[in-house]
């Protein structure tokens, strides 16, 4: 049985060569000539990339629609591996009473469309020794410990996730909250 998610989400416009029609810098936003700005890449959570393709909670998925795809256009967002791992493990697990929200072909698909539309980053043992003082120091999850670890390791300002405290800052990231 196919997947209500046949196409991905994540692709930009193809040229007919296999290449995206927009350079990264044709897809900048430009307001005005005497005006600059800078673009803040901010860490997402596993949940910013479940509820894309979760109709349960269409708010959310509204929400988490629109920070991808500026994510995309704007190159501001950076993805952990650990959330693409946890994506594919959490949108193929069935629902209760119900097919989970993609079926496994897809869940990849989807995955690997992400590794190309989006920075992802790897931990190493740097971030993993953050990850452990952070958990005690913050009395987090390991999961989360390790997530926010990312964001600390990579110099990310700003962690997107409904896991942690919204506004507080941990080191030096802060937790945001956008479903709030």
Do not use: C
């Amino acid at each position: 049985m196919p997947s209500v998610f046949a196409a991905s989400t994540w692709r930009l416009p193809d040229n007919g060569r296999g290449i995206n029609a927009l350079t990264r810098r044709q897809r900048r936003i430009v307001d005005g000539a005497e005006r600059t700005s800078t673009v803040v890449a901010a860490l997402v959570d596993t949940n910013i990339l479940v509820y894309r393709f979760d109709p349960r909670f269409p708010d959310r998925q509204k929400i988490s629609t629109e920070i991808l795809r500026r994510g995309i256009a704007e190159d501001s967002i950076r993805v952990p591996h650990q959330a693409i791992m946890e994506f594919v493990a959490a949108v193929t697990k069935p629902l209760v009473g119900a097919m989970p929200l993609l079926l496994v072909q897809d869940a990849i698909r989807e995955a690997e469309e992400m590794l190309r539309q989006f920075t992802v980053l790897y931990p190493d043992e740097m971030l993993l020794r953050t990850a452990l003082r952070g958990a005690v120091a913050y009395q987090l999850s390991w999961f989360d410990a390790h997530l926010w670890a990312y964001a600390e390791h990579f110099g990310l300002s700003e962690l997107l996730s409904e896991d942690f405290q919204h506004d507080r800052l941990y080191g030096t990231v802060r937790a945001v909250n956008p479903f709030l």
